[in-house]
């Protein structure tokens, strides 16, 4: 069973999700930076603003794997490429339709690949060789990964009201 059609429709599903999420969630909700645990230290916002600027190097990436031979792909610190992109202190409106505009681009892209250019890699400058066909795995991965923290984002404020019921 291979499972790139499910990553592939996570990755396209992504954007509607979170639209989804904040739909009608108050602005002051989605800027709040978690006050527990969550290592980011990031709110909605900074989320929405990653994926995009993400999207963007993960495509630039595809486009190279798929034309040089073995490229170096360097690591990167998100924190320093999130700051430096300016995304995050777009508004949330703006920023969903970018992420989405930017996800339709990357994954008709995705679509596009032949099997070949699946199995193309290049050198990761973290962890070594890689493939195409694994990072667009670890997109989707990625993906979930940042709609669970959204999820509790919103949550957290939620729970003290919750009285008694906090049991469950």
Avoid: K
């Amino acid at each position: 069973m291979t499972t790139l059609p499910t990553a592939l429709a996570i990755l396209e599903g992504t954007p509607r999700v979170l639209r989804a999420m904040v739909y009608g969630v108050p602005e002051a909700m989605l800027l709040r930076v978690p006050e527990s645990g969550d290592d980011s230290g990031w709110c909605v916002r900074d989320v929405l603003a990653h994926l995009l600027v993400n999207d963007r190097i993960a495509l630039e990436r595809f486009r190279r794997i798929t034309v040089e031979d073995h490229p170096a792909i360097a690591n990167f610190d998100e924190e320093a490429v999130l700051a430096a992109s300016g995304a995050r202190e777009r508004p949330i409106a703006a920023l969903l339709d970018e992420v989405a505009r930017g996800r339709l681009e990357l994954v008709t892209y995705l679509h596009g690949l032949t099997e070949e250019q699946l199995q193309r890699g290049g050198e990761h400058s973290a962890v070594g060789p890689m493939r195409s066909i694994e990072l667009v795995h670890h997109l989707a991965w990625h993906d979930l990964n940042h709609i669970r923290q959204v999820a509790t984002l919103l949550a957290e404020p939620l729970h003290e009201p919750r009285g008694p019921l906090q049991a469950f």
